[in-house]
């Protein structure tokens, strides 16, 4: 009997259930597995009033502000966004990406100086992702509207990213714009966010038209 108690005791959780559902929310954030998770979790218990307060009180001013901009669907506080608001951008200029996150990694650059558009995704037959899924539509309108000169195609170097890139070529094609696309010193397969500033300020120097 005492043996299968200490089997039943080392089964046990050594947390209670809060602290171990904090853990696994935490463990399903990108680039975080379970056991990052658990000593982040150590972290923030350790140092509460440092570290674990204000983090609430972050994700709580987040989660009663986030929006998503209704003019370049950038993810935000407010609508429409920092960036769309910001008087200082060329609006003659207009970088489309696939998500958010590549839009964050090429502002981070500081390299581009006007406005953005987020698709929202990619075109993609297997995942039955078409034109429809996507704000290309939007993107369309945003361009027949006038007042933009360059559009930037910033899609990943990947398959998917590059069809998309050519679609919307086709669907840009008759208006008075100049078409041009990340240059392909871009890694194969590479995604965006994941690059460093340094390879994503070369790709936006080195832009070229598409023919």
């Known amino acids: 009997m005492a043996k299968a108690r200490g089997i039943a005791y080392l089964g046990a959780s050594v947390a209670s259930q809060e602290i171990e559902a904090l853990s696994q929310a935490l463990a399903r954030l990108p680039g975080l597995g379970p056991r990052s998770a658990r000593r982040a979790v150590l972290h923030l218990m350790k140092r509460r009033e440092a570290a674990l ?9 987040v989660a009663d502000k986030l929006s998503t901009c209704s003019v370049c669907g950038n993810v935000d506080t407010s609508d429409p966004c920092s960036i769309c608001r910001d008087a200082r951008r060329d609006e003659k200029m207009l970088c489309v990406v696939e998500e958010v996150a590549d839009l964050w ?12 558009h987020v698709l929202g995704g990619r075109l993609s037959a297997l995942e039955g992702v078409g034109p429809e899924d996507l704000t290309i539509d939007q993107l369309v309108r945003r361009v027949s509207e006038g007042g933009i000169d360059e559009v930037v195609l910033a899609m990943n170097a990947t398959l998917e990213g590059q069809t998309t890139a050519h679609y919307l070529a086709e669907r840009l094609e008759g208006f008075p714009i100049r ?3 990340l240059a392909h010193g871009l890694p194969v397969g590479g995604e965006l966010d994941y690059l460093d500033e340094g390879t994503l300020a070369q790709a936006l120097r080195a832009r070229r038209p598409i023919a």
């Open 53 to 61: 307060q204000p983090l609430l009180t972050a994700l709580q001013n």
């Open 105 to 116: 990694a090429l502002d981070r650059s500081r390299l581009f100086p006007g406005r953005y």
């Open 179 to 181: 078409l041009s696309q």
